[in-house]
């Protein structure tokens, strides 16, 4: 079960409706070993795509050597489907290389950029196999 704050959900959906049309990404980081993710970390798109999300690889490794001197691990990767539901594409799974991590999908395919319902949801995907998980905020 992926355990999150109202405050992270709604940077997170912000973030997908800010970049809508395109896939918005990020991570959210928090202290390693703990499972809380606490510290908001937007990322560019560098594919700047649709259908599409891929971390800039200067971005991704001054993240992991930040996240490596806080004592931080990504305890959620999120991106947004802007066309289709949230769940994992095959892309997304081969990706998939956090074995710990909570993979937050939010489909922004109903509203857009614009305010209206948003689907969010979280999986594990360990080895190809994607599970989904119960999300609870708090």
């Known amino acids: 079960m992926l355990t999150i704050t109202q405050d992270l959900v709604d940077r997170i959906v912000a973030h997908a409706r800010a970049d809508h049309p395109d896939e918005a990404c ?3 980081a928090g202290p390693a070993g703990s499972d809380r993710p606490e510290r ?5 798109n560098a594919a700047r ?4 999300y891929e971390f800039d690889s200067g971005d991704l490794l001054k993240l992991y050597r930040e996240m490596d001197d ?10 947004s489907h802007t066309a289709t539901e949230a769940y994992p594409s095959r892309t997304d799974i081969g990706y998939a290389n956090e074995p710990g991590a909570h993979y937050v999908l ?4 109903e509203c857009g950029n ?3 319902p948003v689907s969010f949801r979280s ?5 190809g196999e994607v599970t989904e998980e119960e999300v ?3």
């Not at 939010?106 to 395919?109: I, R």
């Not at 999986?123 to 080895?127: C, S, V």
Request: charged share 20%.
């Open 40 to 44: 908001f970390i937007p990322m560019l």
């Open 123 to 127: 999986f594990r995907i360990l080895d």
């Open 26 to 28: 990020g991570v959210v």
């Open 114 to 116: 614009g305010e209206g």
């Open 136 to 138: 609870r905020v708090v």
């Open 106 to 109: 939010v489909s922004t395919a």
């Open 70 to 79: 806080r004592d931080e691990e990504p305890v959620v990767i999120y991106h």
């Open 49 to 52: 795509s649709p259908t599409f």
